[in-house]
């Protein structure tokens, strides 16, 4: 699908009067966040393989132009300039799946102003959508301690395209299936899925429901087990037709609770399932479950859960349902000089970071361990000691030394002069780079209550320049 015209009118007119009066300038745009949703500590992002897509696929229809026409807005150079779009910046970026911090440049895009002015939309919308539920979904599976869990969401997403790339996201962050096809399908990953209360309710009696889904998929009984009533029915339901496929050679799957007090009805069903002889059947709790819900459930109830199907919660993130991430000008490049750019508020917290900038993940040099990043000017060298800011403005502790540590650059190229030169890695495999990536990061920083703050700096020049902005702004 195009969706180039997925843009605020303003992005099209600010970019017909750039051509207009600023013709020959170069803007760069950088993306960050300025607050982890959930009181959390870290952003999982996600989403550059759609970003890519899109830049590589934007151009505007005859439809769409002669709508834009129709506005009586913009220019006849305009028209043809869109008619004829191609986009010829540089963009470079955070690998998906990576833990980032606020201030963070997720994604710094440079190209003529008027091509680059034209993203912010659809960039901001696929970055913040995709990291937002990569994040709530690395909350869902930190709770569920490795247990899986099953993406659900796609009956309560907002609409197909959240439900189909928040699945995505969902399996970026952690999950290990989705019972979305079309997701399944597209990024291979593995599907999932058990049976609805529609199954049992469409015959006379649970148990021949039962005995008719395990004759057909012997292999996958899953058997949802409370319609009518888990303990007195539902499971010595399923355990009568366990009994079944087990003399025909197969191994049942197991059971799903779907309501009620879960950790009661698990801790009672797993007892049934054990003394009947299956200590291996798994059980399944699904219904409104969240990070909160999943964690009081292990770790407080000590409930014998076994796997995890989440859907509304994570889907839209529902505690917290929104990732802030915003597109700002931070650099213009024009005859060849580069004039760093800054947005001053009348909150210091909100003052962006000026310039082209580099990211580093520093590590400890004996435990191997990151324990904070540094945000630098660009070809800036890092010292083996260095004197640092803190890039909150609102620490107290602004500036510290640090030394005895090995840094990792963050960003990656992905377009130069308009070609692609990065190729995304599957889905699965940008999960098991998120989970490493996670597992570097200090203990206490990954706690879904009250987590540690994760240091983030930025380097003297870095500070500097921005001080020397914002003073002459002032003026
Ligand atoms: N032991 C438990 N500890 C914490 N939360 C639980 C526990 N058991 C269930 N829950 C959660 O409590 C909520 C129960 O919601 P609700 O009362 O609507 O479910 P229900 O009674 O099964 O109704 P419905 O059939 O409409 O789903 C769900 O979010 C569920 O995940
Ligand atoms: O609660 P969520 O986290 O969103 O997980 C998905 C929910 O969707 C299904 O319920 P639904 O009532 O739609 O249908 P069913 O129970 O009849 O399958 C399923 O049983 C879960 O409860
Ligand atoms: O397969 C399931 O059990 C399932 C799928 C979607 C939503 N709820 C449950």
């Known amino acids: 699908m195009n969706l180039s015209m997925i843009t605020d009118l303003y992005e099209l007119s600010m970019a017909n009067g750039y051509q207009q009066v600023l013709p020959k300038e170069v803007g760069v745009f950088d993306i960050f966040f300025r607050r982890v949703p959930d009181n959390g500590s870290f952003v999982v992002t996600a989403g550059l393989a759609q970003a890519i897509e899109v830049i590589s696929d934007f151009h505007f229809s005859q439809e769409d132009l002669a709508y834009l026409q129709s506005l009586k807005l913009f220019t006849d150079d305009f028209l043809t300039f869109l008619e004829n779009f191609h986009f010829s910046g540089d963009l470079s970026a955070i690998p998906e799946g990576t833990p980032v911090f606020p201030r963070e440049p997720l994604l710094t895009i440079s190209g003529p102003l008027i091509q680059t002015q034209l993203f912010e939309t659809i960039l901001l919308n696929i970055i913040n959508h995709q990291s937002l539920i990569a994040t709530k979904a ?14 659900f969401g796609a009956r309560r997403a907002q609409g197909p395209s959240a439900a189909t790339l928040g699945a995505r996201a969902a399996v970026i962050g952690g999950c290990a299936s989705t019972s ?23 015959f006379p009696d649970e148990l021949t429901a039962f005995e008719k889904w395990a004759e057909l998929y012997p292999d996958n009984s899953a058997l949802l087990v409370d319609t009518y009533d888990v303990i007195n029915s539902g499971v010595p339901n399923a355990i009568k037709v366990f009994k079944e496929l087990v003399a025909k050679g197969h191994q049942p799957v197991g ?13 009672l069903a797993r007892k049934q399932l054990d ?44 505690s917290d349902p929104v990732l802030s991430g915003v597109y700002k000008l931070v650099a213009v490049k024009h005859l060849g000089q580069t004039v760093a750019k800054i947005k001053i508020s009348d909150s210091r917290e909100k003052v962006t970071l000026p310039g082209i900038k580099s990211l580093y993940r520093l590590y400890n040099k004996n435990s191997h361990q990151a324990f904070a990043d540094v945000i630098a000017l660009k070809n800036e060298q890092l010292t083996t000691e260095m004197l640092v800011r803190s890039a909150d403005p609102l620490d107290t502790k602004q500036k510290i030394t640090l030394s005895n540590f ?24 940008i999960q098991k780079q998120s989970q490493a990536a996670v597992q570097e990061l200090p203990e206490e920083t990954l706690r879904l ?25 002032a003026h």
């Open 275 to 318: 003394d009947a002889g299956f200590p291996n059947a798994k059980i399944t709790a699904s219904n409104a479950l969240n990070e909160a819900t999943i964690q009081s459930l292990l770790l407080n109830q000590k409930a014998p859960i076994d796997n995890f199907g989440v859907g509304e919660d994570l889907i839209t993130s529902a």
């Open 180 to 202: 979305n096809l079309l997701t399944a399908e597209k990024f291979g990953i593995a599907s999932a899925g058990t049976m609805a209360h529609s199954w049992i309710e469409a």
């Open 138 to 151: 690395r909350r869902i599976c930190y709770a569920a301690q490795g247990r899986p869990i099953m993406e």
């Open 406 to 429: 090995d840094s990792m650059p963050l960003q990656t190229d992905i377009f130069i002069n308009g070609k692609v030169v990065y190729t995304s890695p599957s889905v699965m495999a």
């Open 449 to 473: 209550t009250n987590p540690n703050k994760y240091p983030v700096y930025i380097t003297e020049k870095l500070a500097r320049l921005q001080e020397k902005l914002l003073n002459k702004q």
């Open 255 to 267: 059971i799903r609770i779907d309501s009620g007090d879960i950790s009661h009805l698990a801790k």
